[in-house]
C-alpha cells in the first residue's frame, strides 16, 4: 500500500508517492506558464494544466507497480478558481491572485462590510488576490461562463472532482474565497448576499482530510491506478507544505521556499483582530484539526524564475535541452558575503501587511562592475527581508515562532537557507522530504483512511529531520546592518513609485 500526494501551484504541479514510513518511492513533475493576455492579467490555461496533472499522476503510478496507490489527496495554490459544469466540462482560464482584475470591487464590498466586519466573519481583510473579486469580473464581464458554470472549485477541489470525487472545497481553501464563516465552518450567507454571489455555484465545504469519493473506473484505467483509489479532500499548498514538515503543533512554523516565500505559524485560538488587522496578519484554518494560521509571504521563487529566465536564458534552454539543473550554477556565482544590490522585492503585487499592487521592483547599487551573481543574491535577500519585517510584530500576539522547518524548492539551496538564517537570525530546520506538498497530502490521504490514527501520528511516521542551518554571528551583523537601509526604501520611494 502506498499514498499519493499532488500538489498543483501557480507554476507546476507534481505527484509524488509515499510509503506509509515517509519513503518517496515516485516524483513527477511538470511545469507550465503563467499567461499574460493583457498587460495586469495572470491566469492558468485551465485544460493545459488538467493535462499535465494526469501525466504526472500517470508517470509516479507507473513506478509503483509493486507498492500500488490506495489514497491520494491533492493539495494547490489558494484563491485561484475554475468554473466548472456538473458533467466535468472546464469552462475558461483560472485567474490567478495576482491578476489585476477584479480591483473596481473592492471599494464597494469595503462599503457594504468594512475590514472589522469582514475580519470578524472571514479571518481576512479585503484584497484583490482573493477569489472573490475575480468572481464578480467574471460575473460581469464573462456573463455566459459565469452563468453556464455550476460550481466555481479551487484548484484542489477542481483536480479532485475531475478525477471523479463530489464537487467540493476543504475548509483552508474555502478561506481564501472570502466567502467562508471561519467560526461556522460553512459558506456566510451574509457575505454571499452583500457579494451578489449565486449561492449555488460555491461547493459543499469539508475539512481537509475527508474522503470525497474514489478515481472513477475510466480514468483509473487512463491513468493506470487501481480501481476504488480513495479520494481525500486536500488544503491550500501552505496548509500541505505545513502538514508535510511537522508545523501542526504551537510553536513551530513552515518557512516554505516555494513560488512563494512563506511562513505559516501555527496556533489554537483566534487573537485580537485590532491587532491582526493593522499589521495584516490573518487567521485561516489549518488542515490539522483544531489550528488555525497566518500566512506571511511574497514572491520568492517566481523571483528567482524571472531571474533566471531573463539573465540566464541561454544556461536555462542549454539545462532543459540536457536534462539538469540550471538553479545551483547561478546559485555558486553570488558572492560569499551580504550582496551590494539592495532589492525592493515589489515585482508583483506583494503580500501582507499592505498588500501593494501599485508599485514595482527596485534594484539599488547596479554599476557597470556588478555581475549577475550578486544582482540574484540581493533578489533573495530582499525576499527575506521583506519576511522579517513582517514577522517582527507577532510578538504583539500570542502567537510565536520557536522553530522554523523549510520546504520547497528553494529549501534544496544551502545558499538560500543560510541567507534566510543569517537574516532572521533563527535558525532553519530542513525536512528531509523532496516534496513536501506531496508529502502533507500523502499523510492527510493516510489519516482519512485509516493507515493511521490522527494526523499528529501520520507526521511521526512519515516527517524526517534534516539539516539545519544555524545563523552566522558575522553575516547577522552585517545584515541587520543592511535590513536598516531596506527598510527605507519603501517609505522613501512608495509615492514616486505609485506615481510611474
Known amino acids: 500500500m502506498s499514498l499519493m500526494g499532488i500538489d498543483v501551484g501557480t507554476t507546476g504541479c507534481k505527484a509524488a508517492v509515499f510509503s506509509t514510513s515517509g519513503g518517496c518511492l515516485a516524483v513527477s513533475y511538470r511545469e507550465y506558464d503563467v499567461q499574460r493576455p493583457l498587460p495586469g492579467h495572470a491566469e492558468l490555461d485551465t485544460a493545459h494544466v488538467w493535462t499535465l496533472i494526469r501525466e504526472v499522476i500517470r508517470e509516479a503510478a507507473a513506478a ?124 456566510s450567507d451574509d457575505l454571499v448576499q452583500a457579494a451578489g454571489i449565486d449561492p449555488a455555484k460555491l461547493p459543499a465545504t469539508v475539512p481537509s482530510g475527508t474522503v470525497i469519493g474514489t478515481v472513477s473506473d475510466a480514468m483509473a484505467d487512463s491513468l493506470g491506478l487501481a480501481r476504488g483509489v480513495a479520494i481525500v479532500s486536500g488544503a491550500h499548498d501552505q496548509c500541505a507544505n505545513a502538514v508535510g514538515c511537522g508545523a501542526v503543533v504551537e510553536g513551530r512554523a513552515m518557512f516554505g521556499m516555494g513560488t512563494y516565500i512563506c511562513i505559516v505559524p501555527v496556533f489554537s485560538e483566534r487573537q485580537p483582530a485590532s491587532t491582526m488587522i493593522a499589521h495584516g496578519f490573518n487567521t485561516e484554518h489549518h488542515a490539522a484539526p483544531g489550528k488555525y494560521v497566518c500566512f506571511i509571504y511574497n514572491h520568492g521563487g517566481s523571483l528567482l524564475k524571472w531571474y533566471r529566465d531573463t539573465f540566464a536564458a541561454a544556461e536555462r534552454d542549454a539545462a532543459k535541452a540536457a536534462g539538469t539543473g540550471i538553479y545551483p550554477p547561478l546559485i555558486a556565482e553570488m558572492p560569499s558575503g551580504p550582496s551590494r ?25 547596479l554599476r557597470l562592475e556588478t555581475p549577475r551573481g550578486e544582482i540574484l543574491k540581493g533578489i533573495l535577500e530582499g525576499a527575506v527581508f521583506y519576511l522579517r519585517e513582517c514577522v517582527a510584530p507577532l510578538s504583539e500576539t500570542s502567537i510565536r ?82 535590513f536598516e537601509r531596506y527598510r527605507e526604501l519603501w517609505p522613501l520611494m512608495g509615492d514616486y513609485l505609485r506615481r510611474v
Open 64 to 187: 509503483v507497480d509493486a507498492d500500488p496507490v490506495s489514497a491520494l489527496c491533492v493539495s494547490s495554490l489558494g484563491e485561484a478558481f475554475v468554473p466548472v459544469t456538473r458533467d466535468r466540462r472546464i469552462l475558461g482560464p483560472s485567474l490567478l491572485n495576482f491578476d489585476e482584475r477584479g480591483a473596481e470591487y473592492l471599494e464597494g464590498l469595503g462599503t457594504a462590510r468594512d475590514n472589522e466586519a469582514l475580519y470578524a466573519i472571514n479571518g481576512n481583510t479585503w484584497g484583490n488576490h482573493y477569489s472573490l473579486p475575480k468572481i464578480l469580473w467574471l460575473r460581469d464581464h464573462q456573463p455566459e461562463v459565469y452563468e453556464a458554470a455550476d460550481q466555481v472549485l479551487l484548484w484542489a477541489g477542481f483536480a479532485s472532482f475531475m478525477l471523479g470525487a463530489e464537487a467540493v472545497t476543504d475548509y483552508t481553501l474555502a478561506n481564501r474565497t472570502l466567502l467562508f464563516d471561519v467560526d461556522r465552518v460553512a459558506w
Open 341 to 365: 544590490v539592495l532589492v525592493l522585492p515589489h515585482f508583483a503585487p506583494t503580500g501582507p501587511p499592505e498588500f501593494v499592487s501599485d508599485s514595482s521592483g527596485v534594484m539599488l547599487g
Open 401 to 482: 515562532i520557536d522553530e522554523f522547518r523549510a520546504v520547497g524548492g528553494g529549501s534544496h539551496s544551502d545558499a538560500w537557507l543560510r541567507i534566510s538564517a543569517d537574516i532572521l537570525g533563527r535558525p532553519l530546520m530542513r525536512v528531509d522530504a523532496p516534496e513536501a506538498g506531496a508529502l502533507g497530502g500523502a499523510i492527510l490521504a493516510g489519516t482519512a483512511t485509516g493507515v493511521f490514527g490522527s494526523i499528529d501520528e501520520g507526521v511521526e511516521a512519515m516527517v524526517r529531520a534534516g539539516d539545519t542551518f544555524e545563523p552566522d554571528p558575522g553575516r547577522q551583523a552585517a545584515y541587520d546592518a543592511r
